[in-house]
């Protein structure tokens, strides 16, 4: 069964202050994902990548960063962390075209 | 505008009682996928489906590819359904950048 481990499994953190999110998988996958999830927004696309050492933006990018520097590790940081960036956070790896397998998710509570 | 639409947005059955939940999406998919999102709030995929119909299991899903329209019929449902179904198309047309609806919320009652 594929594997997509996140970590932590929930934060408080405050405004202003840095936040890193985590994303370990063992599916040997190429692509990775993180997801946001909002009440009446559903998940949406931060950032992915398809190959170690390289990011690219998704939907909502403003206020993260991403970093890949394995193929099994996904990060999301957030340098300056803001109220409205409260949410559920879901990491994700796929091959291309193929299955999602989600991590548990994030959930974040900036103060 | 929401590029992803689905209804309805709650559905309560009694157990046994088939349900169908529809995807309505305003641009061109490559991909459909349908999505289940336990209470517990983890996710796991249920099916692709881009266009035709597929099974497995109790699931149907119908992708009309030209009428940007996807449901998903569960049959004979159990408690154990009960969660939050989420379509996500892809708009990347390479396969890896989803948009997803904001989900059918599903209660079976035994």
């Known amino acids: 069964e594929a594997a997509v481990t996140q970590s932590p499994r929930s934060k408080v953190a405050v405004t202003g202050g840095k936040v890193t999110l985590s994303c370990h998988q063992t599916?040997?996958?190429?692509?990775m994902y993180w997801y946001r999830q909002d009440t009446g927004h559903g998940l949406r696309l931060i950032h992915y990548?398809?190959?170690?050492?390289?990011?690219e933006k998704g939907d909502i990018p403003d206020g993260y960063k991403a970093s890949r520097p394995s193929q099994e590790n996904f990060s999301l940081i957030l340098e300056l962390a803001s109220l409205s960036q409260t949410a559920v956070y879901f990491c994700?790896?796929?091959?291309?075209?193929?299955?999602?397998?989600f991590g548990s998710g994030t959930r974040l509570t900036v103060l | 505008g929401q590029q992803v639409q689905q209804s309805p947005a709650s559905l309560v059955l009694q157990e046994g009682e088939n349900a169908e939940l529809q995807c309505n999406f305003s641009?061109?998919?490559?991909?459909l996928q349908w999505f289940y999102q336990s209470p517990g709030g983890s996710l796991v995929s249920l099916l692709s489906?881009?266009?035709g119909t597929k099974h497995t299991g109790r699931l149907t899903s119908t992708t009309v590819t030209k009428e940007r329209r996807s449901s998903l019929h569960i049959s004979s449902s159990q408690t154990t359904d009960s969660g939050t179904y989420l379509c996500?198309?892809?708009?990347?047309?390479?396969?890896?950048?989803?948009?997803f609806g904001t989900g059918t919320s599903l209660l079976v009652d035994p």
């Open positions: 994700a790896s796929s091959e291309r075209a193929e299955t999602l397998y």
């Open positions: 599916n040997n996958h190429d692509y």
């Open positions: 990548s398809y190959v170690a050492d390289s990011t």
């Open positions: 641009s061109t998919a490559t991909q």
């Open positions: 489906n881009p266009s």
């Open positions: 996500a198309i892809d708009r990347s047309n390479m396969g890896y950048k989803l948009t």
